[in-house]
Protein backbone atom coordinates (compact mmCIF):
# COMPACT_ATOMS: atom_id res chain seq x y z
CA UNK A 1 0.00 0.00 0.00
CA UNK A 2 1.12 3.67 -0.78
CA UNK A 3 0.36 6.88 0.54
CA UNK A 4 -1.34 9.07 -2.66
CA UNK A 5 -0.24 12.90 -2.51
CA UNK A 6 -3.48 14.98 -1.99
CA UNK A 7 -4.32 18.10 -4.25
CA UNK A 8 -4.81 21.20 -2.76
CA UNK A 9 -7.39 24.18 -3.71
CA UNK A 10 -6.25 25.45 -6.77
CA UNK A 11 -4.99 22.48 -8.32
CA UNK A 12 -7.23 22.16 -11.86
CA UNK A 13 -8.03 18.01 -10.96
CA UNK A 14 -10.21 19.77 -8.58
CA UNK A 15 -12.40 21.08 -10.70
CA UNK A 16 -12.65 19.43 -13.97
CA UNK A 17 -16.01 16.33 -13.98
CA UNK A 18 -14.41 12.55 -13.11
CA UNK A 19 -15.24 9.83 -15.88
CA UNK A 20 -16.95 7.45 -14.78
CA UNK A 21 -15.60 3.89 -14.21
CA UNK A 22 -15.86 0.71 -16.38
CA UNK A 23 -17.04 -2.71 -15.03
CA UNK A 24 -13.50 -4.14 -16.07
CA UNK A 25 -11.27 -1.16 -15.17
CA UNK A 26 -12.92 -1.63 -11.84
CA UNK A 27 -12.01 -5.33 -11.76
CA UNK A 28 -8.19 -4.59 -12.69
CA UNK A 29 -5.58 -5.05 -10.04
CA UNK A 30 -4.21 -1.68 -10.79
CA UNK A 31 -7.44 -0.06 -10.00
CA UNK A 32 -7.98 -2.35 -6.77
CA UNK A 33 -4.68 -1.21 -5.60
CA UNK A 34 -5.66 2.19 -6.47
CA UNK A 35 -8.87 2.21 -4.19
CA UNK A 36 -6.54 0.30 -1.35
CA UNK A 37 -4.32 3.27 -1.61
CA UNK A 38 -7.30 5.80 -1.33
CA UNK A 39 -8.20 4.50 2.19
CA UNK A 40 -4.69 4.32 3.14
CA UNK A 41 -4.38 7.80 2.59
CA UNK A 42 -7.78 8.94 3.96
CA UNK A 43 -6.87 7.13 7.22
CA UNK A 44 -3.74 8.55 6.96
CA UNK A 45 -4.53 11.85 7.00
CA UNK A 46 -7.78 11.40 9.60
CA UNK A 47 -10.15 12.10 6.79
CA UNK A 48 -13.90 10.84 6.60
CA UNK A 49 -13.94 10.85 3.22
CA UNK A 50 -11.73 11.16 -0.48
CA UNK A 51 -12.58 11.50 -3.41
CA UNK A 52 -10.33 10.06 -6.24
CA UNK A 53 -9.71 13.89 -7.81
CA UNK A 54 -8.43 14.62 -4.43
CA UNK A 55 -5.17 12.27 -5.18
CA UNK A 56 -5.23 13.29 -9.01
CA UNK A 57 -7.03 10.70 -10.43
CA UNK A 58 -10.39 12.08 -12.25
CA UNK A 59 -12.27 8.99 -11.91
CA UNK A 60 -15.85 8.55 -10.02
CA UNK A 61 -14.79 6.74 -6.86
CA UNK A 62 -15.18 7.84 -3.38
CA UNK A 63 -13.95 5.99 -0.30
CA UNK A 64 -15.79 7.60 3.22
CA UNK A 65 -15.26 6.10 7.00
CA UNK A 66 -16.12 7.60 10.13
CA UNK A 67 -14.46 5.42 13.38
CA UNK A 68 -13.93 7.90 16.17
CA UNK A 69 -11.79 10.39 14.11
CA UNK A 70 -10.17 12.99 16.00
CA UNK A 71 -10.92 15.90 13.47
CA UNK A 72 -14.64 15.13 13.63
CA UNK A 73 -14.66 13.66 17.29
CA UNK A 74 -18.52 14.27 18.01
CA UNK A 75 -19.81 12.20 15.13
CA UNK A 76 -21.69 9.21 15.07
CA UNK A 77 -19.29 6.32 12.95
CA UNK A 78 -20.04 5.60 9.66
CA UNK A 79 -18.58 1.98 8.38
CA UNK A 80 -15.79 1.91 5.63
CA UNK A 81 -17.92 2.39 2.34
CA UNK A 82 -16.50 2.75 -1.23
CA UNK A 83 -18.45 4.22 -3.93
CA UNK A 84 -18.18 3.80 -7.86
CA UNK A 85 -19.92 6.54 -10.19
CA UNK A 86 -22.31 7.43 -7.61
CA UNK A 87 -25.50 9.14 -7.87
CA UNK A 88 -27.49 10.95 -5.31
CA UNK A 89 -31.23 11.65 -4.55
CA UNK A 90 -32.64 14.07 -2.05
CA UNK A 91 -35.31 12.39 -0.28
CA UNK A 92 -36.66 15.59 0.93
CA UNK A 93 -36.05 19.65 0.80
CA UNK A 94 -35.33 19.31 4.06
CA UNK A 95 -31.47 20.97 4.90
CA UNK A 96 -28.99 21.56 7.50
CA UNK A 97 -26.41 23.49 8.33
CA UNK A 98 -22.79 22.09 9.99
CA UNK A 99 -19.14 22.60 10.14
CA UNK A 100 -17.21 20.73 6.75
CA UNK A 101 -13.58 20.44 6.32
CA UNK A 102 -11.45 19.14 3.44
CA UNK A 103 -8.10 17.20 3.07
CA UNK A 104 -7.66 19.82 -0.13
CA UNK A 105 -8.31 23.06 1.70
CA UNK A 106 -6.40 22.50 5.04
CA UNK A 107 -6.84 23.54 8.68
CA UNK A 108 -10.41 25.39 7.55
CA UNK A 109 -13.32 24.94 8.44
CA UNK A 110 -16.96 26.53 6.93
CA UNK A 111 -20.78 25.80 8.02
CA UNK A 112 -22.47 24.08 4.99
CA UNK A 113 -26.07 23.34 3.96
CA UNK A 114 -26.88 19.90 3.01
CA UNK A 115 -29.70 17.65 2.12
CA UNK A 116 -30.23 15.47 5.38
CA UNK A 117 -31.67 12.45 3.80
CA UNK A 118 -30.72 11.03 0.71
CA UNK A 119 -30.19 8.27 -1.60
CA UNK A 120 -27.23 6.91 -2.79
CA UNK A 121 -26.82 4.38 -5.89
CA UNK A 122 -23.60 3.08 -6.51
CA UNK A 123 -21.31 0.43 -7.30
CA UNK A 124 -18.92 -1.35 -4.56
CA UNK A 125 -15.59 -1.94 -5.28
CA UNK A 126 -16.43 -5.53 -6.70
CA UNK A 127 -19.36 -4.54 -9.21
CA UNK A 128 -22.03 -4.50 -7.63
CA UNK A 129 -25.03 -2.24 -6.92
CA UNK A 130 -25.52 -0.69 -3.50
CA UNK A 131 -28.14 1.20 -2.51
CA UNK A 132 -28.61 2.85 0.87
CA UNK A 133 -30.54 6.05 2.61
CA UNK A 134 -27.96 8.08 4.29
CA UNK A 135 -29.40 10.78 6.69
CA UNK A 136 -27.29 13.52 8.68
CA UNK A 137 -23.84 13.34 9.24
CA UNK A 138 -23.58 10.50 6.85
CA UNK A 139 -25.62 12.13 4.01
CA UNK A 140 -23.17 15.29 4.69
CA UNK A 141 -20.23 13.23 3.93
CA UNK A 142 -21.76 11.56 0.78
CA UNK A 143 -22.67 15.22 -0.46
CA UNK A 144 -19.00 16.45 -0.14
CA UNK A 145 -17.33 13.56 -1.74
CA UNK A 146 -20.17 13.43 -4.48
CA UNK A 147 -19.37 17.64 -5.18
CA UNK A 148 -15.58 16.71 -5.63
CA UNK A 149 -16.62 13.94 -8.37
CA UNK A 150 -18.51 17.37 -10.24
CA UNK A 151 -15.73 19.63 -9.81
CA UNK A 152 -16.59 21.25 -6.37
CA UNK A 153 -15.82 21.78 -3.18
CA UNK A 154 -17.68 22.62 0.42
CA UNK A 155 -16.62 26.47 -0.19
CA UNK A 156 -18.83 26.11 -3.43
CA UNK A 157 -21.93 25.71 -1.13
CA UNK A 158 -21.51 27.97 1.53
CA UNK A 159 -24.14 30.45 2.03
CA UNK A 160 -21.32 32.84 2.50
CA UNK A 161 -17.93 33.02 3.79
CA UNK A 162 -18.98 34.71 7.38
CA UNK A 163 -18.21 31.09 8.92
CA UNK A 164 -14.60 30.26 7.56
CA UNK A 165 -13.05 29.62 10.01
CA UNK A 166 -8.89 28.56 10.37
CA UNK A 167 -8.88 25.46 12.63
CA UNK A 168 -7.02 26.76 15.36
CA UNK A 169 -10.24 29.02 16.07
CA UNK A 170 -13.03 26.91 15.57
CA UNK A 171 -11.22 24.40 18.12
CA UNK A 172 -11.23 27.62 20.49
CA UNK A 173 -14.32 29.37 19.74
CA UNK A 174 -16.70 26.72 17.81
CA UNK A 175 -16.27 23.65 18.54
CA UNK A 176 -19.12 21.71 20.26
CA UNK A 177 -17.85 20.25 23.96
ZN1 LIG B 1 -13.15 17.42 0.57
Not at 61 to 73: D, F, H, K, Q, T
Not at 77 to 89: A, E, H
Not at 96 to 115: N, Q
Not at 116 to 141: L, M, Y
Request: hydrophobic share 40%; glycine share 6%; proline share 6%.
Amino acid sequence: MSLLKVARLGHPVLRQLTGAVTASELRSALLQQFIDDMIATMKEYDGVGLAADQVHESKQIAVLEVAGNPRYPDKPDVPLTVLVNPKITPLSEEMEDDWEGCLSVPDMRGRVPRYKSIRVEAWDRSGQPVNFVANDFHARVVQHEFDHLNGKVYLDRMRDLSTLTFLTEYVRYWMPR
